[in-house]
Nanobody
Framework: QLQLVESGGGLVQPGGSLRLSCTMSGSTLDYWAIGWFRQAPGKGREGVGCIGRDVGKTKYEDSVKGRFTISRDNAKNTVFLQMNSLNPEDTATYYC??????????????RGKGTLVFVSS
């Protein structure tokens, strides 16, 4: 059974950086595209970005473009979300999800518990 576990969240000051991880078990990451999502307190789910099965093909929401970078290490069965220049509006629980491509990534089924990112001075 495919499972994804998010990790790496924490408290960071505005302008700081964090790297989140999304580790897959029960399957081989090579076959999957991975989407990142976030949900701030009291708000709906928001897409962050997606990385396809082909290395280097990524998509990002405008709100994070130029600040966030998604990468993958298939040997480690892990996808990373590098977040730079964080601001308080980035405070949210971050989730990852899997599908065969990023074509309809907004509709990916999120099942993990997520990891909390809190941006505050």
């Amino acid at each position: 059974q495919l499972q994804l576990v998010e990790s790496g969240g924490g408290l960071v000051q505005p302008g700081g950086s964090l790297r989140l991880s999304c580790t897959m078990s029960g399957s081989t990451l090579d076959y999957w595209a991975i989407g990142w999502f976030r949900q701030a307190p009291g708000k709906g789910r928001e897409g962050v970005g997606c990385i396809g099965r082909d290395v280097g093909k990524t998509k990002y929401e405008d709100s994070v473009k130029g600040r966030f970078t998604i990468s993958r290490d298939n040997a480690k069965n892990t996808v990373f979300l590098q977040m730079n220049s964080l601001n308080p509006e980035d405070t949210a629980t971050y989730y990852c999800a899997a599908d065969t491509s990023c074509r309809e990534w907004y509709a990916m089924d999120v099942r993990g518990k997520g990891t909390l990112v809190f941006v505050s001075s």
